[in-house]
């Protein structure tokens, strides 16, 4: 009696697995959908001997079939297209972008790359230190004058083609305008960098202007001994 009931249990349990797995690969394998996206292309390696220059692809369209409870894991974050700088040689080089390359999320398949081929052209990289000078646009109100002005931190360092980099002794502020302005300035800015070339150790710079009027400034000129 309790063997057949156990038996029969057996049975049951069995049938229930077959079941939940037929569920499973349904889930799995139910409606597809098709998605299109224009991936940024991240460049890596480039702490090598080599750099990129001239222009290159910011973006590629990639062709996705991925099953409906995989599509909200696809986001620009989460498919990526990766070119290693690092395994190219210098002078021209086509680098060819293929499916099996491009990371998805797991239920997501690449059907179609577009460009399948990208141009880069390499060239000897250096890494130099330099200054950094402020573009102050503009004239403050009337009465007003700029006493000082700061940048911080004073230098950074730039990375890029040797024969654009090693000529070079500073680099400029996007511009700040203190038109009109009766009050210090002070912003977070970008960097005017030389073609091909990126900051290695920050993006952006902080400027400092001390705007005052004239009349305080002529008063501290007097006070001084």
Known sequence: MLRTRLLADWELRLLALVLGVAVWLYVLSGERTEMA?????????????????????????????????AAERVTPA???VRVDVATLEEGENLVHLQPEQIQVPSGVRVTR????????????????????????????????????????????????PRTTIESRGAVETLPVDVSGRREPVTLTVGLDLPESAY?????????????????????RRGARP
């Open 37 to 69: 996206l224009a991936v940024p292309v991240e460049y890596v390696g480039l702490e090598g001997p080599l750099t990129v220059v001239g222009t290159r692809r910011e973006t590629v369209d990639v062709q996705l079939e991925t099953s409906r409870w």
């Open 78 to 80: 989460t498919v990526r």
């Open 113 to 160: 790359v577009t460009p399948t081929w990208i141009a880069l052209r390499l060239v000897p990289a250096e890494t130099k230190a330099v200054s950094v000078i402020p573009n102050i646009l503009g004239v403050p109100a009337a009465a007003h004058a700029v006493q000082r002005v700061v940048v911080e931190p004073q230098t950074v360092q730039i990375r890029g």
């Open 199 to 219: 900051v290695v150790d920050r993006r952006t710079v902080q400027v400092t202007v001390d705007i005052q009027p004239e009349e305080t400034m002529s008063q």
